[in-house]
Antibody
């Protein structure tokens, strides 16, 4: 069974930092691209960042570029999101999401974690 | 950036009704469109990919259609378990979600 479990959320002051983790199981982590997606309270879904298994291709949404850093540790089956210079508008549930398997086609998100809440407030 | 617009924002229908949600892209995205269902307090769950392919384990009352810039998600016979918010997502160029459609039972 595919499982993705996020952790690391919490309350942080504006300008602060937080590191989210996503530990996966049930599939070969080193062969899948991964993503972070967030959802502000009562709002819709927003893609945040993408990484491929070798970390050679990384993308960020404009809203987090220069402040967030995505990374992976294949040995620990883990995905990370380092979040710096946090703002109130970064308050959201953060989900890790697995991209669909390689098929030569673009990737959708076929499995999601349960999410971890990040609250940025003084 | 590709923008995705869903309609309606909220939908109320009776059990057994046929329900249709529309998603429009700001530019053509071929068939690179997915639909997700999100129940309150839960993570999104993949329903449809490549506009019309049913994800594993999804009931056949769900179907998707469309290509280019206009897409639809149809629930052929609405069930109480279908109460949720539904999101479309384009994956032709990066990833963008629609604003969501909340489906309620009358």
């Amino acid at each position: 069974e595919v499982q993705l479990v996020e952790s690391g959320g919490g309350l942080v002051q504006p300008g602060g930092s937080l590191r989210l983790s996503c530990v996966v199981s049930g599939f070969t982590f080193s062969t899948y691209n991964m993503n972070w997606v967030r959802q502000a309270p009562g709002k819709g879904l927003e893609w945040v960042s993408y990484i491929n298994p070798t970390s050679s291709t990384i993308y960020y949404a404009d809203s987090v570029k220069g402040r967030f850093t995505i990374s992976i540790d294949n040995g620990k089956n883990s995905l990370y999101l380092q979040m710096n210079s946090l703002r109130a508008e970064d308050t959201a549930v953060y989900y890790c999401a697995r991209a669909s398997a390689w098929s030569g086609n673009p990737y959708y998100f076929d499995n999601w974690g349960q999410g971890t809440l990040v609250t940025v407030s003084s | 950036d590709i923008q995705m617009t869903q309609s309606p924002s909220t939908l109320s229908a009776s059990r057994g009704d046929r329900v249709t949600i529309t998603c429009r892209a700001s530019q053509r995205i071929s068939r690179w469109l997915a639909w997700y269902q999100q129940k309150p307090g839960k993570a999104p769950n993949l329903l449809i990919y490549e506009a019309s392919n049913l994800a594993s384990g999804v009931p056949p009352r769900f179907s998707g259609s469309g290509s280019g810039a206009e897409f639809t998600l149809t629930i052929s016979s609405l069930q109480p378990d279908d109460v949720a918010t539904y999101y479309c997502q384009q994956y032709d160029s990066y990833w963008t979600f629609g604003q969501g459609t909340k489906v309620e039972i009358k």
